[in-house]
T-cell receptor
Framework: AQKVTQAQTEISVVEKEDVTLDCVYETRDTTYYLFWYKQPPSGELVFLIRRNSFDEQNEISGRYSWNFQKSTSSFNFTITASQVVDSAVYFCALSEAHNNAGNMLTFGGGTRLMVKP | SQTIHQWPATLVQPVGSPLSLECTVEGTSNPNLYWYRQAAGRGLQLLFYSVGIGQISSEVPQNLSASRPQDRQFILSSKKLLLSDSGFYLC????????????FGPGTRLTVT
């Protein structure tokens, strides 16, 4: 069965520090998709990125970057020069391509990031 | 562009009262629809999903039910609320066919007293 583990439950940094949020996944499927979501204090989950299992290229979007490594089953998320507005709960999620007619996501437990001024 | 609405935004209900939360999606057809619950400080729990009108799959047995009377409408209901039903309820949609991300609504914060 699929599983997503976010071992860091809470991280606290000072503004302008870099921070990496870890995500480790388990799946038997050879085709799958990985996602990151941000949940700010308002509560709505905001989609950040989707990666498929055949694309191991790292992705950079502004201060955000993602490191996908199939060899270690990890999909880590780094925020460079963190800002107070980055304070939120971040969720990593996995979707298997097969036997998943409902396109269900398996979420990790989330990491609460607190960026202090 | 697609948008997803949920209402009400907040709700305070006594134990034993009924519940009806509504979710609607605009700008897409035949979406997959999902209901999640998030207890305070906890992760996301998938409650129901639907791949079409009248098609509901339940992930967790409980005193909640879901219905999809129209293509872009998803309703979460209960006949009698329990204290343990308190939480943040999120509706989400995704394009059919898999491999896509889900997009979430603003959520409903339910407090059962």
């Amino acid at each position: 069965a699929q599983k997503v583990t976010q071992a860091q439950t809470e991280i606290s940094v000072v503004e302008k520090e870099d921070v990496t949020l870890d995500c480790v996944y388990e799946t038997r499927d050879t085709t799958y998709y990985l996602f990151w979501y941000k949940q700010p204090p308002s509560g709505e989950l905001v989609f950040l990125i989707r990666r498929n299992s055949f694309d191991e290229q790292n992705e950079i979007s502004g201060r955000y970057s993602w490191n996908f490594q199939k060899s270690t089953s990890s999909f880590n998320f780094t925020i460079t020069a963190s800002q107070v507005v980055d304070s939120a709960v971040y969720f990593c999620a996995l979707s298997e391509a097969h036997n998943n007619a409902g396109n269900m996501l398996t979420f990790g437990g989330g990491t609460r990031l607190m960026v202090k001024p | 562009s697609q948008t997803i609405h949920q209402w009400p935004a907040t709700l305070v209900q006594p134990v034993g009262s009924p519940l009806s939360l509504e979710c609607t999606v605009e700008g897409t057809s035949n979406p997959n629809l999902y209901w999640y619950r998030q207890a305070a400080g906890r992760g996301l729990q998938l409650l129901f999903y639907s791949v079409g009108i009248g098609q509901i799959s339940s992930e967790v047995p409980q005193n909640l039910s879901a219905s999809r009377p129209q293509d872009r409408q998803f309703i979460l209901s209960s006949k009698k609320l329990l204290l343990s039903d308190s939480g943040f309820y999120l509706c989400a949609w995704a394009p059919p066919g898999g491999r896509y991300e889900q997009y979430f609504g603003p959520g409903t914060r339910l407090t059962v007293t």
